[in-house]
């Protein structure tokens, strides 16, 4: 068995968005967990915003993600 360092580890942070309250943030939370598990990637945290356009600047969500820092991860 391989263990990996501290510093190997892989961590990503995922961002998802839905325009309208029709649309479902689950299939998105589903596609960035099998893509980090692919890639080896651990999933510390994941921003959302609900039923706002992308065309709004300012969105809860991608701030928060905007403000991180590398220690954040």
Same mark, same amino acid.
């Given at each position: ?8 580890? %892989?961590?990503?942070?995922? #961002?998802?968005?839905?325009? +309208? @309250? ?9 596609? $960035?967990? %099998?893509?980090?598990?692919? #890639?080896?990637?651990?999933? +510390? @945290? ?9 065309? $709004? ?17």
């Amino acid at each position: 068995m391989c263990q990996l360092k501290y510093k190997d580890m %892989k961590k990503a942070i995922g #961002y998802i968005r839905v325009s +309208t @309250n029709n649309q479902d943030l689950q299939r998105q939370r589903a596609l $960035i967990k %099998k893509y980090c598990d692919k #890639y080896g990637y651990t999933l +510390t @945290n994941t921003f959302e915003d609900f039923a706002i356009s992308g065309t $709004i600047p300012d969105r809860v969500g991608i701030n928060k993600v905007l403000s991180l820092k590398i220690e954040d991860a």
